[in-house]
């Protein structure tokens, strides 16, 4: 059967188009880096592609809570660190008193502890990023107020309890805060030192109940940042595991995603060497004419 010059001609065009086409691929495979150009590329490594990117934005999400709970925590580990020492050295103030030789000091001590008390409640008012720790999940306002006469000290009216929970997981969720009750033992700590510096201002010697009193709330403040180092501890753990699952859905992406820029170089020359073979093919049998199929 013979071929007729048409069919010649159109089949070997669409050969070089085809040809170039690949090419065409190939040259921006290779300078956007990319192997997945469009869905119809490969249909199936594409929804991996959209899989592996999902996970990969979630679990930076999940990296950045992680990242803010830390520093949340670390602050609050300070703050109770600090409010820690204010009660060792009221603790201090109470044996000195108590010993005897400071009882003709009983107002400059009285005076001391009401240094501390101030301290002691702008501690429990911590704020980071405009959020008071120390407020369970009412951030917004002071947990802790104190009389403007320093007799007493309130609680907010809308509560200073609640836990603050960051998302670290698929369905996982770690608390990254201490609220003023687990601290502070809501009032009771500033009370008992206010109790401490009026019975001294009063020109009594504080009691064995005093200090029994201040060396228990000392255990417990140190409790509570030993709970805070837990907190931190679980939430480096988290870090650890993220990191890790972000190089493997990297490795993934690259997997699926990744041009193979020496397997890219070698097809394209491939196609560029079988297209310049097809033109010198082409360029000896499209010219021919009738006449030269008579002679």
Sequence with gaps: MRISDNIL???FLTSVNNSRSRMSKLQDQLSSGKRVLNPSDDPEAAYRILRTK?????????QKNVSD????????AQAIDNFSNLLLEAKDIVTKARSGIGTTNLETFAE??????KSAVQIGNT?????HL???????APPFILAADGSTVTLNPNGITGTIELQVGDGLKQAVNIDGM??????????ALIDIRDTMRGGTVPTAAHYDQVTAHVSHVSSVGGKTGLMLNALEMHENFLAGREIHLA????????TDFAESTLLLRKEEMMLEAALNVGARLIPKTLMDFLR
């Design 134 to 140: 120390f407020g369970g999940t009412q951030t917004t």
């Design 251 to 258: 490795s993934l992406l690259s997997n699926d995603d990744d």
């Design 182 to 191: 687990q601290a502070f033992l809501g009032e009771e700590i500033f009370q």
């Design 69 to 76: 709970g830390t520093v949340m925590l670390q602050a609050t």
């Design 9 to 11: 001609t159109k089949n």
């Design 54 to 62: 999902t996970a990969i934005h979630k679990n930076e999400q999940f």
């Design 112 to 117: 001391q502890i009401d240094a501390i008390i």
């Design 127 to 131: 704020q980071f990023n405009g959020k």
